[in-house]
C-alpha cells in the first residue's frame, strides 16, 4: 500500500464548477500537507502549504485537512480555465533539523472546460 | 534568483549508453532532491542530500543509478547502463534546510531510452 494515495483521474468540469480533489494517506507521522500545481511539461510549483487539521483558505482555494480521518483536500471554487492542471498532494514529518522528504500522490489531470 | 536549473531539458539515448542529468539548486538552499515522475507511478523521490551530505537514497531503483553533490551548487543523477524502463521524467529540488520550508522544482529533464 502506497503512503499517500490519490485518484490520478482524469477530472473534467465546466468553467464555475466547484472542485474538489483527495487524497488519503497511512502515515500518522505525517504533521504538513501541501498542495502542488504542475503544468503540462513544468515541474511542480506549491500551491497551498497548511500544518494539522483544519482549513486553510487562499483566494479561490481551501485546503482542508483532518488527521484524525488522514484524509486531505483541496477546494476550488469558482474554476477557471487556466485551473486546468495536474494537482498533486504531498506530505511529510515534523523534522526539527534538516529537510525532511516530500511524500507525493499520483496526481490528478484536472481540466476545466470553457 | 533564476530557480532550480536542470540539463538536458530533453535526452534520448540509446540502451546501454550512460546518462547523466544536472542540476543547479538555489542559491542558499542547502537540501536537494532528486524525483522521477511516471504516469504509472507518479512522482517518485529517488535520493535526497542535506548539506551535500545524502540523507536517504532508498528510493534508487538499482545500482545502475547513481548520485553525487560535490557541492553546494551543483548535483548529478547518473544512470550506467540505461534500460528502456529509465524513460521518465526527472526533477530536481531544493529547499533550505529548516524543516517546514517550500521545495522548489526544476523543469525537469524528460529522458527516453530506446
Known amino acids: 500500500q502506497k503512503e499517500v494515495e490519490q485518484d490520478p483521474g482524469p477530472l473534467s468540469v465546466p468553467e464555475g464548477a466547484i472542485v474538489s480533489l483527495n487524497c488519503t494517506y497511512s502515515n500518522s507521522a505525517f504533521q504538513y500537507f501541501m498542495w502542488y500545481r504542475q503544468y503540462s511539461r513544468k515541474g511542480p510549483e506549491l500551491l497551498m502549504y497548511?500544518?494539522?487539521?483544519g482549513n486553510k483558505e487562499d483566494g479561490r482555494f481551501t485546503a482542508q485537512v483532518d488527521k484524525s480521518s488522514k484524509y486531505i483536500s483541496l477546494f476550488i471554487r469558482d474554476s477557471q480555465p487556466s485551473d486546468s492542471a495536474t494537482y498533486l498532494c504531498?506530505?511529510?514529518?515534523?523534522?526539527?533539523?534538516?529537510?525532511?522528504?516530500?511524500?507525493f500522490g499520483q496526481g490528478t489531470r484536472l481540466t476545466i472546460n470553457p | 534568483d533564476a530557480g532550480v536549473i536542470q540539463s538536458p531539458r530533453h535526452e534520448v539515448t540509446e540502451m546501454g549508453q550512460e546518462v547523466t542529468l544536472r542540476c543547479k539548486p538555489i542559491?542558499?538552499?542547502?537540501?536537494l532532491f532528486w524525483y522521477r515522475q511516471t504516469m504509472m507511478r507518479g512522482l517518485e523521490l529517488l535520493i535526497y542530500?542535506?548539506?551535500?551530505?545524502?540523507?536517504?537514497d532508498s528510493g534508487m531503483p538499482e545500482d545502475r543509478f547513481s548520485a553525487k553533490m560535490p557541492n553546494a551548487s551543483f548535483s548529478t543523477l547518473k544512470i550506467q547502463p540505461s534500460e528502456p524502463r529509465d524513460s521518465a521524467v526527472y526533477f530536481c529540488?531544493?529547499?533550505?534546510?529548516?524543516?517546514?520550508?517550500?521545495?522548489?522544482f526544476g523543469q525537469g529533464t524528460r529522458l527516453t531510452v530506446v
Open positions: 529540488a531544493s529547499s533550505q534546510f529548516r524543516g517546514n520550508t517550500e521545495a522548489f
Open positions: 542559491s542558499g538552499h542547502n537540501s
Open positions: 542530500f542535506n548539506n551535500n551530505v545524502p540523507i536517504d
Open positions: 497548511t500544518y494539522s487539521s
Open positions: 504531498a506530505m511529510k514529518e515534523f523534522q526539527p533539523q534538516g529537510a525532511q522528504k516530500l511524500v
